[in-house]
């Protein structure tokens, strides 16, 4: 995976602890950022509905994660699904083991 749109995703990855590629008015990607505000954790959050570049990125976030949905959430660099599995993750407990 290589070029421009490639690299910054990665870069973008890379640069915070949660990365959430997002849909302004996706109800899934509201559910990711919910349990990361009610958890009181800062995420960068980058909607692709609001970039002309956006489909680019989404091809690139399914060459990386095998999935063109959204939202496509990266914790500390790894992706971990979309808003229910982001969810689940907060309520098993297993979500605050990764921040740590």
Do not use: W
């Amino acid at each position: 995976m290589s070029g421009r749109i490639a690299n910054m995703v990665r870069e973008m990855i890379a640069k915070d602890d949660v990365v959430i590629f997002s849909k302004s008015y996706c109800p899934y990607c509201d559910m990711a950022k919910k349990v990361f505000d009610n958890m009181v954790v800062r995420y960068t959050v980058i909607e692709l509905d609001k970039r002309s570049d956006g489909d680019q990125y989404q091809d690139v976030l399914k060459e990386m994660t095998g999935e063109r949905s959204v939202p496509r959430v990266f914790v500390k660099g790894k992706c971990i699904g979309g808003g229910t599995d982001t969810k689940a993750l907060h309520q098993s407990g297993q979500l605050q083991a990764m921040l740590d």
